[in-house]
């Protein structure tokens, strides 16, 4: 049974940093791209973050120099180091896999997701 559950979402002021992992059940995550989303109250879902299989990475400008991620397929997780964070960085944040490798295109598998909330 393939499952993704992520966790380390929370509360934390402006500037201030946390770290979401993903962890990979029931699939093989070194032959996956692995995505992260995110979506704010009222919009929609954006694709912040993925590594590919061959850990090429992809950032959207809005998080670029200040979310790095990474994986680590001994532990099949996947995680997304956020720093510097802003208050629009608040929404619930989801990973999903996509079998085969490459970034982009449809996920094949989501998590629930995990609340991340940036405010003061």
């Known amino acids: 049974q393939v499952q993704l559950v992520e966790s380390g979402g929370g509360l934390v002021q402006p500037g201030g940093s946390l770290r979401l992992s993903c962890a990979a059940s029931?699939?093989?995550?070194?032959?996956?791209?692995i995505g992260w989303f995110r979506q704010a109250p009222g919009k929609e879902r954006e694709e912040v973050s993925c590594v590919s299989s061959e850990v090429w990475t992809y950032y959207a400008q809005s998080v670029k120099d200040r979310f790095t991620i990474s994986r680590d397929n001994a532990k099949n997780t996947v995680y997304l180091q956020m720093n510097r964070m802003k208050p629009e960085d608040t929404g619930d944040y989801y990973c999903?896999?996509?079998?085969?490798?490459?970034?982009?295109?449809?996920?094949?598998?989501w998590g629930q997701g995990t609340q991340v909330t940036v405010s003061s």
């Open positions: 029931g699939f093989n995550l070194a032959n996956s791209a």
């Open positions: 999903a896999a996509k079998i085969g490798g490459w970034c982009g295109g449809a996920y094949d598998y």
